[in-house]
């Protein structure tokens, strides 16, 4: 098993497929996931190859393209790795690594936990707040043609309802539900600690954005 070559190959593989993917979950993504991911595992005993392979191919198929199936990106990517004769063991931990990194950390029971897993769930994390998560999150408003705020619903005011529906609301409350949330569940000292910057700037972003809402006083 070359792995230099296979890491290459699969690079090649995802470009490929990701072509045209909207910018959220793009090879640019990856490419981010990828290298804070080498380096969260600088200060983490894991293998370097599994670490690679999960980032690389933990977006494969959003399963929100493919009518919510969840199945279809551990079935590419598998299909690929067998293709390049990495061994089973190792295809197999890359898959569980697919399956579990989008766990909420909330409702489901947790199934399978791997110190490669933390890592790459750490970087596809923290790729979802600072200043691309701040770009990433109003991109997808956009999408979803979102209002930015609505001052009637404020975040607080907006979860407490009971029926709140995750996911429904304006761009600033999704900071409310999940941005701000992420610093506290990340797994590893390096993922922590970058976490904490990134947050702090979405803080500031916060408080200069309700400021400018305000008017100028
Ligand atoms: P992930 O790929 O991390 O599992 P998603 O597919 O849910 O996350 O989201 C992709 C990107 O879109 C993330 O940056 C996320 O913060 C953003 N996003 C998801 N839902 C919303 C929303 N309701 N409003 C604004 N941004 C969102
Ligand atoms: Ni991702």
Same mark, same amino acid.
């Given at each position: !098993?070359?792995?230099?070559?296979i890491? *290459?190959?699969?690079?090649?593989?995802?470009k490929?497929?990701?072509?045209? &993917?909207?910018?959220?979950?793009? $090879?640019?993504?990856?490419?981010?996931?990828y290298?804070? &991911?080498?380096?969260?595992?600088?200060s983490? *005993?894991?293998?370097?190859?599994?670490?690679a392979?999960?980032?690389?191919l933990?977006?494969? &198929?959003?399963s929100?393209?493919?009518?919510?199936? /969840?199945?279809?990106?551990?079935?590419?990517a598998? /299909?690929?790795?067998?293709? /390049?004769k990495?061994?089973?063991?190792?295809?197999?931990?890359?898959i569980?690594?697919?399956?579990?990194?989008?766990?909420?950390?909330?409702? /489901?029971?947790?199934?399978? =936990? =791997?110190?490669?897993?933390?890592?790459?769930?750490?970087?596809?994390?923290?790729?979802?707040?600072?200043?691309?998560?701040?770009?990433? &999150?109003? *991109?997808?408003?956009?999408?979803? +043609?979102?209002?930015?705020?609505?001052?009637?619903?404020?975040?607080? !005011?907006?979860? +407490?309802?009971a029926?709140?529906?995750?996911?429904?609301?304006?761009?600033?409350n999704?900071f409310?539900?999940?941005?701000? @949330?992420?610093?506290?569940?990340? *797994?590893?000292?390096?993922?922590?600690?970058i976490?904490?910057?990134?947050h702090?700037? !979405?803080?500031?972003f @916060?408080?200069?954005?309700?400021?400018? $809402?305000?008017?100028?006083?």
């Open positions: !098993m070359n792995k230099d070559l890491i *290459n190959n699969t690079i090649v593989f995802v490929d497929t990701l072509k045209g &993917a909207e910018s959220g979950h793009d $090879w640019f993504h990856i490419d981010r996931v290298k804070n &991911a080498l380096l969260i595992s600088k983490e *005993n894991v293998d370097l190859f599994v670490v392979l999960g980032a690389l933990h977006d494969i &198929a959003d929100k393209f493919y009518g919510g199936d /969840e199945t279809i990106g551990p079935k590419l598998k /299909e690929f790795l067998e293709l /390049e990495v061994d089973e063991k190792i295809i197999q931990h890359v569980a690594i697919i399956e579990n990194i989008s766990f909420k950390g909330g409702k /489901e029971q947790k199934t399978f =936990s =791997s110190k490669e897993l933390d890592v790459v769930q750490d970087a596809d994390r923290l790729d979802a707040i600072g200043a691309i998560g701040i770009a990433r &999150a109003f *991109n997808y408003g956009g999408f979803k +043609n979102n209002l930015l705020y609505d001052p009637d619903l404020p975040p607080q !005011m907006y979860m +407490n309802k029926e709140y529906k995750k996911g429904s609301g304006t761009t600033i999704h409310y539900e999940k941005l701000l @949330l992420l610093k506290d569940l990340m *797994n590893t000292v390096t993922g922590k600690k976490a904490q910057k990134r702090e700037f !979405m803080e500031v @916060l408080s200069q954005f309700f400021a400018e $809402w305000e008017g100028e006083k």
